[in-house]
């Protein structure tokens, strides 16, 4: 049963995580798919230059985040004593 759980939670993120990534896109937003190709396009170095400040916030903060808040709903989706999310 564990393993339903944990493929279940896995599709659940990895869902979000797409929508997360179609709407940042739609946004104009870089994504990490973005700093990626730039690095392996022109450089790391030129990466970091053309990432601005407000796309770094989305990348390390906002993104995270979202993600995170991706998981805990996840954990709540299939109940079981080991799967809480927040206070026990």
């Given amino acids: ?12 993120i990895l869902i979000g995580a797409i929508l ?3 709407t940042a896109e739609a946004l104009g937003q870089a994504t990490w798919y973005d700093f990626l190709k730039t690095s392996a396009q022109s450089g ?3 990466a970091f230059k053309n990432t601005s400040g407000a ?3 989305y990348l390390l903060i906002v993104y995270p985040v979202l993600l995170g808040a991706l ?5 709540r989706t299939i109940p079981g004593p080991a799967y809480r999310c927040g206070r026990p």
């Avoid at 998981?71 to 954990?75: K, Y």
């Fill in 71 to 75: 998981g805990c709903a996840a954990r």
């Fill in 1 to 12: 049963m564990l393993i339903i759980k944990i493929f279940v939670q896995g599709w659940f």
């Fill in 20 to 22: 997360i990534n179609a």
């Fill in 44 to 46: 790391l170095p030129q």
């Fill in 55 to 57: 796309q770094w916030i």
